[in-house]
Nanobody
Framework: VQLQAFGGGLVQAGGSLRLSCTSS????????TGWFRQAPGEEREFVAA????????FIARSANGRFAISRDNAKNTVYLQMNSLKPEDTAVYFC?????????????????WGQGTLVTVSS
């Protein structure tokens, strides 16, 4: 499975961005997908995850109420809608995929990773 994340950019605090993660490869829709981010000088952290059919999702506490994850399997795409962005949301955002039916929040569980897209939130 190949993943490509895009949609990052520069936005002012309080603004919104929608990230997309497109997948290709064998049975690419039968995978749980997660978003992670890594700020400069920080470790990569979990942001959100969604099961293969979109039936279950989970948002990290730091993003809860502001971010939403969804997917369109017909387009092999998972979205991360980010609203009310804060400067501390500035990071490179990665999407990752893992085969199976369950939802995962640990980056070590994921098998495939995209290249990341940079989100910069100015104050």
């Amino acid at each position: 499975v190949q993943l490509q994340a895009f949609g990052g950019g520069l936005v002012q605090a309080g603004g919104s961005l929608r990230l997309s993660c497109t997948s290709s490869g064998r049975a690419s829709s039968a995978y749980a997908t997660g978003w992670f981010r890594q700020a400069p000088g920080e470790e990569r952290e979990f942001v959100a995850a969604i099961t293969w059919n979109g039936g279950c999702s989970f948002i990290a506490r730091s993003a809860n109420g502001r971010f939403a994850i969804s997917r369109d399997n017909a387009k092999n795409t998972v979205y991360l809608q980010m609203n009310s962005l804060k400067p501390e949301d500035t990071a490179v955002y990665f999407c990752a995929a893992k085969s199976g039916l369950t939802l995962h929040t640990r980056q070590g569980d994921y098998e495939y990773w995209g290249q990341g897209t940079l989100v910069t939130v100015s104050s």
